[in-house]
């Protein structure tokens, strides 16, 4: 009974001094149930009527009934009148206590409705109405814990006056014909309130931990929305530093191929010719380190941009792994570690994927086996299964452990290097820690994702798998690679740049492979020296920054000037995710800085095959 006297005192509290967002919470329960407390108690008052109805209480009855719509017209106003409110909204919490105590209001007039009946109806029907009665009662009170507990005290009005005072009133009006109908009442009425005292204390419990929860999705929106600020904040400082870095590594690259090559050409003629030439292969190896480094960067900048073109369509994998099998042969070869590829070769291997996005994921991971491997093997397996190409890189490698399994797929993070790795650099590039992450992106650009199982000392399995399709494509890539691999030295090159360093670098290595080049820092420029030639030019390569214009800008007033489609290539040092994306999309050949002399050389090639 204390438990109940605190418990009621604390809902009084709530009512009139609680806090607005519990009242609000309350409001609103009781706003989506009010259509069934409406309809339930005046429904009950009516069938009552009906199950009850005699002659000689006509009169009675009829009052009684029309007492019990007195609740339900309040109803229907508080239906009608807040059917829009919100009262969770912070602006429509002050109405919500108010509503509370209307709708307390209404609860109370119904339950003395009831309460009514029990002195003016009941004691003058038979058994049966009086069963009836009583029946209909404990229904409202036992479905009234939904409806009205959330708020206790409403409860507790409907209960008390509809059936805590039925002893006290068989005191003064005619008995009940019920044997032990008080007893029975008085065991209901406590049963009644101490489920709703629990529905209350539930429903506030859960009001609390819905509270929290949304506190805490509110924390983690935060602190995400601050990694996502702070990695914007990165990623503008990566791109405002990233041009002036590239620019000086862009011109060392272009600087040491000329000396390499002019080194090569005249070996005769210059003294101590093998010591500069070994000396410039280690420079060229510094060189291409941090080429390597800046090329994954770019490719984590351009994946994550999404400006990598993805073309999914019908690919066959069997050119792939048999390409993949020829080149790691040797290396496996050298490295005296086994390497196989096992694949039914009477199956369709067709996948809906990109070819080249394939190609770098599996080299990717194949690379990392052996990387990690010094004795066993490494083994690539294809398999079609469930309208899927199911694709795996074993290994028997040093394994991964548990802790570490997803941590490999983040950025920059590598597990620990052994021997093999170690003395590998030449066969597999420098490890940034960055070849799974862009193997990973690239698989979810490929809607796959890769999987990893490891056992550690014992090895590693990495998975992916891709949907079967069902067309072939065409193979081109025979007709492509002699294209590209025909020489087209005698072309004219137009060659814009107004940093003057990188500008007689890259004209200096171009001259030295046979190309004729027009050396320009601008539009204007490379125009007027264009008439003073016989010749249109062939290819114009051209650095996206330019003092006062653009390299699209300058591309296009070139191409108006002598009214044809030049083919051009646009070389720049970007990172920032829209200025990739607005480059790319503009349909020129694009190299991204530092730029290696095979790569410049390959794409001259490509391009010019493919405008002849």
């Known amino acids: 009974m204390k438990s109940l006297v605190q418990r009621l005192r604390a809902e009084l509290l709530d009512l009139f001094t609680g806090t607005n967002e ?82 307390t209001l209404a609860t109370f007039i119904a339950g003395i409705v009831f309460g009514f009946g029990w002195a003016y109806l009941v004691p003058y029907v038979d ?11 404990i229904a409202l009170l036992f479905g009234g ?18 059936i805590w005072l039925v002893p006290f009133i068989s005191l003064f009006v005619a008995a ?130 999404g400006v990598t073109t993805i073309d999914l369509r019908s690919t066959d994998l069997i050119p792939i792994i048999e390409r993949l099998d020829a080149e790691f042969q040797l290396i496996s070869q050298e490295l005296q570690i086994p390497f196989s590829v096992n694949y039914d070769k009477s199956h369709n291997y067709h996948a809906v994927a990109d070819a080249s996005a394939v190609d770098r994921i599996l080299r990717n991971l194949i690379s990392n086996a052996f990387k990690h491997t010094r004795s066993g093997g490494v083994r690539l397996s294809i398999q079609c299964k469930d309208n899927s190409i199911h694709i795996r890189v074993v290994d028997t490698g040093v394994g991964i452990d548990k802790n570490s399994r997803e941590k490999i797929f983040q950025d920059f993070v590598q597990i620990q290097r052994d021997k093999v790795a170690s003395e590998l650099q ?17 698989a979810n650009r490929l809607n796959s994702e890769i999987v990893c199982r490891s056992w550690v000392s014992k090895g590693s399995v990495f998975s992916f798998a891709l949907p079967l399709a069902e067309l072939a494509p065409i193979d081109l890539s025979a007709t492509h690679s002699a294209a590209v691999q025909t020489q087209f ?26 190309f004729k080049v027009i050396s320009a820092s601008g539009s204007a420029e490379a125009i007027k020296k264009c008439h003073n030639t016989d010749k249109r030019p062939d290819l114009l390569l051209c ?28 070389v720049t040092g970007e990172t920032s ?7 790319t999309h503009l349909g020129y050949k694009t190299l991204f800085k530092p730029l290696s002399s095979e790569r410049l050389l390959q794409s001259i090639q490509e391009i010019l095959a493919v405008s002849k």
């Not at 009829?62 to 009262?87: E, G, K, N, T």
């Not at 058994?127 to 009662?137: D, F, M, T």
């Not at 030449?426 to 690239?442: D, E, N, T, W």
């Open 22 to 103: 519990l009242a609000a919470a309350r409001a609103k329960h009781l706003q989506d149930n009010i259509v069934i407390a409406l309809f339930g108690s005046l429904g009950t008052s009516i069938t009552l009527v009906l199950f009850m109805w005699r002659d000689d209480l006509e009169l009675p009855l009829i009052v009684w009934l029309v007492c019990s719509h007195i609740p339900a017209l309040i109803r229907l106003w508080l239906w009608r009148a807040y059917a829009a409110v919100d009262f969770e909204q912070t602006n429509y919490q002050g109405l919500a206590k108010f509503y509370l105590r209307i709708s």
């Open 127 to 137: 058994v049966n109405g009086q069963l009836i009665y009583l029946l209909a009662v």
């Open 145 to 162: 814990l939904y409806t009205y507990s959330p708020n206790f005290i409403t409860y507790l009005v409907f209960s008390v006056s509809a």
């Open 176 to 305: 009940t014909k019920i044997e032990n109908l008080n007893f029975f009442i008085t065991l209901i009425s406590l049963l009644s309130t101490m489920f709703g005292m629990r529905f209350s204390l539930s429903f506030q419990h859960n009001y609390q931990l819905r509270k929290n929860v949304e506190h805490l999705l509110d924390e983690v929106t935060h602190k995400h929305q601050q990694a996502v600020e702070a990695n914007a904040e990165k990623s503008k400082f990566l791109a405002s530093v990233s041009h002036d870095l590239r620019q000086p590594m862009h011109a060392i690259s272009l600087n040491v191929a000329t000396i390499a090559s002019s080194i090569d050409q005249h070996a005769v003629a210059i003294p101590d010719a093998f010591f500069l030439k070994e000396q410039t292969n280690r420079l060229r190896t510094n060189v291409n380190y941090l080429n390597e480094m800046f090329e994954a960067l770019l490719d984590m900048s351009r994946l994550d941009a």
């Open 426 to 442: 030449h066969q597999f590039g420098h490890s940034f820690g960055l070849g799974l992450g862009i193997a990973r992106r690239l």
């Open 489 to 514: 030295n005698t072309a004219l090159i137009v060659l814009i740049d107004d940093d003057m360093q990188i500008l007689e670098s890259t004209s200096s290595l171009l001259q030295l492979k046979g």
């Open 543 to 570: 650095d996206f920054r330019l003092l006062n214009e653009t390299g699209v800008e300058a591309i296009s007033l070139i191409q108006e000037e002598f009214n044809y489609d030049i083919p051009a290539i646009i």
């Open 577 to 583: 995710s829209d200025a990739i994306q607005a480059i």
